[in-house]
């Protein structure tokens, strides 16, 4: 999933289809939380359900949105390096953090459970 999201960040902001600006825009913001729903729904299917540590099994939410924040950060900064006719923005990693927050919620719905586990004392 990772690959798949910088490959479509990757992508001139003109391949999108969108007839004007505002569309575009709205588009673009879509993306952006549904990849990044996407992906914290993988994150956090691996770390609560695939065995992974005991410490980030139990902290699987903030861990993904740790790390989803610093990957999509990353992601921002490289449309405005490294990615030829693409710019950074404040707002797709607004709308990243949406995304990374609906997978909480999604992960809730489908398994019944939060992906925090319970804390041992």
Request: hydrophobic share 55%.
């Amino acid at each position: 999933m990772t690959v798949v999201v910088v490959a479509l960040h990757g992508m001139p902001g003109g391949e999108l289809g969108a007839h004007d600006w505002w569309m575009n825009q709205r588009l673009d913001i879509l993306l952006h939380a549904v990849l990044f729903g996407v992906w914290g729904m993988t994150a956090l299917i691996a770390l609560r359900k695939g065995g992974a540590s005991a410490r980030f099994s139990r902290n699987a939410w903030p861990v993904t949105v740790i790390f989803g924040l610093l990957f999509g950060l990353s992601m921002e900064w490289a449309q405005s390096v490294v990615f030829p006719g693409r710019g950074g923005d404040f707002v797709d990693l607004v709308a990243d953090f949406l995304g990374l927050c609906g997978a909480g919620f999604g992960f809730r719905a489908l398994y019944l459970e939060w992906p925090v586990g319970k804390r041992t004392l």
